[in-house]
């Protein structure tokens, strides 16, 4: 392996698997690729053709640099784990979150309709993460992002959106459901802000449990962007890992299967459990803010 690592690589290596999930592409182009490389292939170069040694060096970057070599070879399975659509072309009769368990939909909403929600959220009760001493023990270190409890004519609105037969068969597909609920809010990340990984396991509180003693189970998480613009370098993006087995959390085991933009009126929704992580907001984004509506569709079950 190649001692020599150009300074270039440790940026690239760390953002390599997230944008060839994003790009759909295998390799990069080869000037692309750190000098160190570059130079091994040039100086390796016989008559069996230059064309193997950059393949080679493709290889072995990508071993030094964690593995992005297993992330290329299984684009095709991780896109089958993802379905990325636009709204026009989404069929909510086919698609199955048993088959398909992180779904993308681009220009969920119109222009009109996001703006509708968005002006909602400005009447909205806001607090700062630092208001809640509970979710920042939680949460440390992640800036100080905003949230405001969704009013219930807008969480109506929305859910009534949300009346897609894939969802529906999904919820109802688990066992002796006695309730159903749901839980929206919206949340404001400016530069700085991020959210830890976490699988959405931590049941909530809230009238259901202290009627019958038993939390409702979060099944499906969502989460629809309200922002008006969004530029890939100001950050942001949701970060979707595979599910492990064995339960229980380990960081360095982690393997990330999406990388998903905060795109302006996009909807996303994955099954839970399962880990993610919302990426730092960039400085340079300036006094732009990541906003977004989030929350989760419940089952509630007998004791």
Request: aromatic content about 10%.
């Amino acid at each position: 392996m190649i001692a020599e690592i150009d300074s270039a690589m440790g940026e690239f290596a760390r953002n390599a698997q997230c944008w060839i999930l994003r790009m759909g592409r295998t390799r990069p182009p080869f000037q692309d690729m750190p000098i160190a490389y570059q130079r091994r292939s040039s100086s390796s170069s016989t008559a069996t053709g230059t064309a193997q040694f950059q393949t080679q060096a493709w290889i072995e970057f990508c071993s030094e640099a964690g593995g992005f070599v297993r992330a290329a070879h299984s684009r095709e399975e991780s896109r089958k784990r993802c379905m990325n659509i636009s709204w026009n072309q989404f069929d909510a009769d086919e698609f199955s979150f048993h088959r398909d368990p992180v779904l993308v939909i681009e220009d969920f909403w119109t222009d009109a309709e996001r703006q509708v929600l968005l002006q909602a959220g400005t009447r909205a009760a806001w607090r700062a993460l630092s208001e809640m001493p509970h979710v920042r023990a939680t949460f440390p270190d992640c800036g100080n992002w905003g949230k405001a409890e969704m009013a219930r004519p807008e969480a109506e609105r929305l859910l009534e959106r949300l009346s897609l037969p894939c969802i529906e068969r999904y919820i109802e597909s688990f066992p002796s459901i006695r309730r159903r609920h749901m839980s929206f809010s919206y949340y404001s990340y400016a530069a700085g802000d991020c959210l830890l990984t976490h699988d959405d396991t931590v049941q909530t509180a809230g009238p259901a449990n202290a009627r019958h003693g038993v939390a409702p189970l979060r099944r499906l998480a969502l989460v629809t962007y309200l922002h008006d613009e969004w530029q890939p370098d100001w950050g942001g993006e949701l970060i979707i890992y595979a599910n492990g087995s064995g339960g229980g959390m380990n960081r360095r085991r982690l393997s990330i299967t999406h990388c998903i933009a905060p795109l302006p009126g996009s909807l996303v929704l994955f099954t839970v459990p399962r880990f993610h992580r919302v990426c730092r907001v960039d400085p340079v984004g300036g006094e732009y803010k990541r906003l977004s509506v989030a929350g989760w569709l419940m089952t509630e079950h007998g004791a």
